[in-house]
């Protein structure tokens, strides 16, 4: 298995807080990505990033922010929390980009949000 | 823009049964395909891939999916079910240009398996 923690793995937070959830990989890959996974939209990407201090936004970034100060952590924060962010949150690495054929994604176990 | 459809969202089948999970693509060209699984509590895992050459492809675990081109369709397939395949099954797309990251999964089929 790639080495990729999340932490934490549960947290419960209330609306207006912030909250930075933690992705840590050992494998030295270079991209490493934020997913969020809710019923019936399946997986979306939040952020990714393409090497240390490089990163982008996906399709449902507003709300988010990330960093990237060193290859093995991607910080991922909301900075005022609301229910609608109450999902499932994904961490995953690539060595080449995640439509690499390959190189796919390896993925961390989740981060199971929610926000009251 | 590419998309994926899985248009089952639930399926149960009895251990020892066989099983097809579909997937439909939408892309100007053959992309590169992908299905994953996640078990549960669990991150995605990659169970197989399709780039070109033979439409029938092997992944891990015993699952195969066949590239049928005309009916943009790359279903997922498994002889005989086991009890520890229940899961929920990913497709995914690519495109074979353009930059690697625009991966697209679509929304998942839960499987469900009946002792």
């Known amino acids: 298995d790639a080495g990729i923690t999340q932490s934490p793995r549960h947290k419960v937070t209330e609306t207006g807080t912030p909250v930075t959830l933690r992705c840590h990989q050992t494998e030295n890959h270079r991209y490493m990505y934020w997913y969020r996974q809710d019923p019936g939209h399946g997986l979306r990407l939040i952020h990714y990033?393409?090497?240390?201090?490089?990163?982008d936004k996906g399709e449902v970034s507003d709300g988010y922010s990330v960093s990237r100060s060193k290859t093995e952590d991607f910080l991922l924060t909301l900075e005022s929390a609301t229910s609608s962010q109450t999902s499932v949150y994904f961490c995953a690495i690539s060595e080449e980009g995640m439509s690499s054929y390959n190189s796919p994604l390896h993925f961390g176990n989740g981060t199971r949000l929610t926000v009251t | 823009a590419q998309s994926v459809t899985q248009p089952d969202i639930h399926i149960t089948v009895s251990e020892g049964a066989s099983l097809e999970l579909r997937c439909n693509y939408s892309y100007g060209a053959t992309p590169y395909l992908f299905w994953y699984v996640q078990s549960p509590g669990q991150g995605l895992q990659l169970l197989l891939k399709y780039f070109s050459g033979d439409t029938l492809v092997q992944g891990i675990k015993g699952f195969e999916a066949e590239f049928k081109r005309s009916q943009s369709s790359f279903n997922l397939r498994k002889p005989s079910v086991h009890w520890s395949d229940a899961a929920e099954y990913f497709c995914?797309?690519?495109?074979?240009?353009?930059?690697?990251?625009?991966?697209?999964f679509g929304t998942g089929t839960q499987l469900k398996v009946e002792l």
């Open positions: 995914a797309v690519a495109p074979l240009t353009g930059g690697g990251n625009k991966l697209t």
């Open positions: 990033s393409y090497g240390v201090k490089d990163t």
